[in-house]
């Protein structure tokens, strides 16, 4: 809508065009974004950054497709931010309505993204006002945050069309002062149910608007999102989504597979962790939340501490798990995931899976404004087990995104088994898995020998016995009536103490019964001597990470945090199967070319 040929309905040709290497400096941005960046450790843009940025400083409405962690946040965000430096003290003087509004599908999106515009604006010390505001607030909620009113409003499409119903936001405000939207991880928009508000919140968009659609994957829901908000807009296509020619999953992120039966599934994660085959921090994804309990309880007896995320806990503790997980107070971390299903379920009549969660799961009411997997940035993830697999390819593909971010390295771990094999091929299919040209993405996990496993299996069946239904449903309960009770806590203390980390450890036990001394280490004799040293590489290579078990606090490590490959055991170390499609170096981000393209 910032074309002010309103007549012109035919969408502009973008021509294919060269990725340039360029700076932020040569990007135009202000140095005071710039000092910023660099105090976060962020020296060089993304391929995103670099074409997206200078469209978007030129007021171009823009789609913007790229895969997960390529820095889509960032690419809207700093010229959003040059802009708002430059007209500052001009334009928004008289403003009664936000100058730009950033839409996202979930409260754990709003709160990351809040978090980031402000980190921006507090680094680079300049007076300008953003606030967030999610579910259904009070009209005295409404008010206070869009009292001001604020530069840069966060929050999701209901909420803003809540606010504008209420009156707190008057349309003629909205149409006055408004210049910039941003709807953000734009093909889940839909998905999370928001199409009628996005449908009527069209009406208050005034056409002069510049208006921004982000989004890793291309849909319908956002084609038609685009038809409905923007005016000519620049497609941008990083990597070439959908042609078949690139990886969709980042080049930096290694992926693997275990297969065994599902009832092994828990002898063999705990052989990954406990024998120390996988670096830290690791994110493991659950299809439920009782499998999750029951992973954690079965965990917890041998030692290996983790905290839980899901959709039914209070959003207060949910933001504080993901704020303590990024700033590294616990390793593990075992989420919950369904937004996959959400989007099977939209699509797919056939309602099965819902038959399959259980009646306690139906009955507690889950958020639907929760969304663990889509965009959130956790920060410095190393590895990413599937514990269960997912139910689409692209619920995986946005799994296997949370590692491997930005410039960093990743590895996932999917333990598939033998009813999860036609979704495991799907899977591989998608990521263009072809047996005939030998390429593979996905490769055996070769550094857990299995006699390693089968020294494990006594012990881990015991314990495996005694996580029962029971103990999992009681360890369910207790968490929520903690997490309940600290919500309200936490709410109040960090409205006071922002920076306070130390309520942020959730990953108390949760078993009645202290972890047995015994199951705590593993003995020398019962690891195979293949076993140790694969250990001991993985070892090794935290220590030449810098990571020694001890994550650092900084949540960004930039290029400064990256290993090179050479200095990898990982990937010395055999673990690739035959004919497994690497790439010895290269840029982490995608192809050289950009692709813009008409639609
Ligand atoms: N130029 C950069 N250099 C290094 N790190 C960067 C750069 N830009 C962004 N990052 C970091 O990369 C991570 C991923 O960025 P971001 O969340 O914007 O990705 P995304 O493309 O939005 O991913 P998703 O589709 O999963 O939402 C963040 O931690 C961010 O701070």
Redesign the pocket.
């Known amino acids: 809508m910032s074309n002010t040929d309103e007549n012109h309905t035919q969408e502009e040709n973008h021509e294919e065009e060269e990725v340039l290497d360029l700076s932020f400096e040569e990007l135009g941005l202000d140095p005071r974004l710039i000092r910023a960046l660099s105090k976060k450790n ?1 020296e ?3 391929p995103i ?1 670099q074409t997206g940025i200078p469209l978007i400083l030129e007021g171009k409405d823009v789609v913007a497709r ?1 895969k ?7 690419a809207y965000l700093l010229p959003l931010l040059q802009k708002l430096l430059s007209d500052n003290n001009a334009s928004s003087a008289q403003a009664l309505a936000p100058t730009a509004m950033i839409l996202v599908p979930s409260r754990e999106l709003c709160q990351q993204v809040y978090s980031e515009v402000l980190s921006l604006i507090e680094l680079c010390r300049v007076q300008l006002k953003v606030v967030q505001l999610t579910g259904e607030p009070s009209f005295s909620e409404m008010g206070t945050a869009l009292a001001g009113p604020p530069h840069i409003f966060v929050s999701t499409p209901a909420c803003v069309q809540r606010c504008l119903s209420s009156g707190v936001l008057q349309a003629k405000s909205v149409h006055d002062s408004l210049s910039i939207l941003i709807l953000d ?1 734009a093909d889940l928009l839909f998905t999370y149910g928001y199409e009628k508000n996005l449908k009527d919140l069209k009406t208050h968009i005034p056409k002069k608007c510049q208006c921004l659609l982000m989004s ?1 994957t291309s849909s319908d829901d956002v084609e038609s999102l685009k038809k409905l908000y923007l005016h000519n807009p620049y497609i941008l296509t990083l990597p070439e989504v959908g042609d078949g020619n690139d990886e969709i999953v980042p080049k930096n992120v290694q992926q693997f597979s275990i297969q065994c039966s599902n009832r092994d599934k828990l002898l063999y994660i705990l052989a990954i962790l406990k024998l120390d085959l996988v670096q830290k921090k690791v994110l493991i994804f659950t299809n439920t939340i009782d499998t999750s309990f029951r992973l954690k309880l079965y965990l917890e007896q041998f030692g290996i501490k983790s905290a839980v995320l899901n959709a039914e806990l209070p959003v207060n503790s949910r933001l504080h798990i993901l704020e303590g997980f990024n700033a590294g107070l616990f390793d593990y971390l075992i989420a919950t995931d369904d937004s996959d299903s959400k989007e099977k379920e939209k699509t797919d009549e056939n309602k099965q899976n819902e038959k399959k969660k259980s009646k306690k799961f139906k009955k507690r009411k889950a958020d639907s404004e929760f969304g663990v997997v ?2 959130i ?1 956790f ?1 410095n993830v190393h590895t990413v087990i599937n514990f269960d697999m997912p139910a689409t390819a692209a619920g995986y593909v946005h799994r296997i ?1 949370r590692t491997g ?3 960093n390295t990743g590895q996932s771990i999917s333990i598939v088994s033998p009813d999860e094999m036609e979704i495991f091929e799907e899977i591989k299919t998608f990521l263009g898995e072809n047996e005939d040209k030998n390429l593979k993405h996905i490769a055996p996990f070769s550094l857990l020998e299995k006699n390693a496993v089968e020294f494990l299996r006594y012990r881990a069946e015991d314990v495996a016995r005694s996580v029962t239904k029971i103990a999992v449903k009681e360890a369910r309960a207790q968490d929520l009536r903690n997490e309940i009770l600290n919500s309200e806590k936490l709410k109040a203390h960090f409205q006071e103490n922002p920076r306070d980390l130390d309520l942020l450890k959730h990953d108390k036990l949760l078993s009645k019964k202290a972890p047995a001394p015994h199951l705590r280490d593993v003995p020398e004799y019962l690891v195979d001597p293949t076993t140790q040293q694969a250990s001991k590489f993985v070892k090794l290579t935290r220590v030449a990470m810098g990571r020694n078990n001890n994550n650092n606090n900084n949540g ?1 490590r ?2 400064k945090g990256r290993f090179k490959k050479a200095g990898d055991p990982l990937k010395t170390f055999s673990s690739e199967g035959k004919g497994v499609k690497r790439k010895a170096k290269g840029k982490e981000f995608g192809p050289k070319k950009n692709k813009k393209q008409d639609v």
């Open positions: 962020i060089k843009p993304t950054q790229a997960t962690g390529s820095g889509k946040t960032f991880e890793a889509r965009g940035d920060k995104g971010r930005a410039y960004n930039g290029f």
